[in-house]
């Protein structure tokens, strides 16, 4: 099993920062895809961003530019770093790791960011 444990939640004002980390543990040894997902009251979870296992990162449109996902050399934890947030940004954040030894995503507990106008 992998235990997602997500920090670095908060609230900010517009076009302030924030820094989200996640650290895995479990099944290190498989293929680990790595993603962060937000979701807000009434809507469906949308991806943020996301680190293949060779290190190769994607972002959705709505954060490109501001928002850069990075993971340490061990690949144990992996961080996003918000910059230019927007109320828009406002939701829980969750951490996502896919992992080839397993079926099924994993998925963190969340935390929260919310920016004020």
């Known amino acids: 099993q992998v235990q997602l444990v997500e920090s670095g939640g908060g609230s900010v004002q517009a076009g302030g920062s924030l820094r989200l980390s996640c650290a895995a543990s479990g099944l290190e040894y498989c293929r680990r895809d790595m993603s962060w997902y937000r979701q807000t009251p009434g809507k469906e979870r949308e991806f943020v961003a996301g680190?293949?296992?060779?290190?190769?990162?994607t972002y959705a449109d709505s954060v490109k530019g501001r928002f850069t996902a990075s993971q340490d050399s061990a690949k144990k934890t992996m961080s996003l770093q918000m910059d230019g947030l927007t109320p828009e940004d406002t939701a829980m954040y969750y951490c996502?790791?896919?992992?080839?030894?397993?079926?099924?995503?994993?998925w963190g507990q969340g935390t929260q960011v919310t920016v004020s106008s």
């Open positions: 996502r790791q896919d992992n080839a030894c397993s079926s099924r995503p994993f």
């Open positions: 680190i293949d296992f060779i290190g190769g990162t």
